[in-house]
């Protein structure tokens, strides 16, 4: 009994309200989408649904719910029903390690940096499988695009992230929160700002959001590897693809930017640290993929390639070393 | 229901699943299926480790064979057409010699568990370390001062291969119309387009 109770009470109670969270936040995320598109376009956005159009999420999503969900002939239904499932899941499962404020978090294990890019970098099996059992050219060949894209950037966003594992010597992503403390000069965005530009760019390929959303490509091949979806299986890739943003936005926060910790130092209550500041943060760089979508041409494919290949990884591979003399000789205000 | 029970309800459901998908990933005919339920097999051998307390190389289990090679595995298979083998077409004289090698492997692996049952290893228990252990560390410390020679080597090695892969695939094809990208940045605009200023014309017919 007592197990059960360990179960109900300490975790699933904390399990809802990290999945209606994001969900909710994910809904919102996407009328803020659309405002924020519509302001750089010089136009009103949603306003028609409740006041301001901030209903239009739910309306949204009571729409795609009762939607039919078609299948594609010839499709193979059990992997075309489990791929939007594998997305959102893998997009889920990455939350649990996320420390929301100091000891606000669902598990906390020593090497969650590691779960954080092993969870991320399942979610290309939801997009594999989408394209292959949809029985269509333009899904499969969106599928391709995505996995070669998505393993490129994560060597990228791996090496990245070693360059925090070495800042910070801890995998645990509250350790590495904690070794942020005392305002805007000691987070790691100052020694590690090549890696903190290459980890949220990366982060945005992963995401396949716009610059590098030739896996969707509407105007080459449709909308990619979702072509066949639609209804509540379209929904569980476009919830995926959102709390996947958010994450990639939260994570750059904690590790760049101090996570929970304020960017003043004193003893006023502006300086106290707490989850509105990590919420903060993170709204920063949810904004940041909003205003790159509206502002910046798709990526030729090998331009792509090139950017992650050539570019991307030298600069984290130096930039480790860098790192690694910058702490062995404890270089201030981070490491002394 | 005592934890430990839990725990080994846990272990019992995925080392199932384990063998079962290990098993199917040699007896489906569809290649695809074949790729994804090694996937599955992987995972799970993850969660048999994660109850082991070895998190770290679960998770790198997970990154590494999962989120990499069996992706890039998938997309070859997807790529190529591979057509789905017939029972016809399955040669029989290979099954006496996959059961030969089945057997050999379970006579080694009985011949280990007689050995660890003989002595050293507590078999009732499981080695529990206390809270705090961080086994990131451990792995690291092990690796970088007693294993630090293979691991370098087998580091070089890995290197090696990388090099030779591409080496032995590039090729120039004549009639390749690869882009520069340093040329393509480093245009100069006055070259390709030319301003001229003019003055407003009327269009024919209108007024305004």
Redesign the interface.
Known sequence: ?E??EFLIFDNLIYILAIVLGVILTVAYLTYFERKVIAFMHVRMGPNRVGPRGLLQPFADVLKLLTKEIIFPKNANKF?FLIAPIITLATAFAAWAVVPFADGMVLAD???GL??V??MT??G??GV??AG?ASNSKYA?LG??RS??Q??SY?IAMGFALVGVLVAAGS?NLSEIVRGQEGGLVHWYIWPLLPLFLIYYISGVAETNRAPFDVAEGESEIVAGFHVEYSGAAFALFFLGEYANMIIISALTALMFLGGWYSPFTGDSWIAQPSIFWFLGKTSIFLYAYFWLRASLPRYRY??IM?LGWKVFIPITIVWIFVVAVMKVYHVGPWWN | MSPELFQQIIFYVFATFTVGSAMAVVSVKNTIYSALFLVLCFFNTAVLWLLIEAEFLAITLVLVYVGAVMVLFLFVVMMLDVKQAKASQLKQSYTKAALLIAAAMLVELLMLFGYKLSGQIPTNELIRQEQGYSNVAEVGMELFTKYVYPFEIAAVILLVAIVAAIMLTMRKRPGNKQMDASKQININPSERIRVVSMKAEKGQGEDS
Do not use: F, G, K
């Open positions: 009994m197990l059960l992997l294990i020593n090497a590691v779960y890019l092993a970098s399942l290309v099996y594999i499988i292959w499969l599928a391709l996995a070669a998505i393993v994560e995998l090998d331009q090139r």
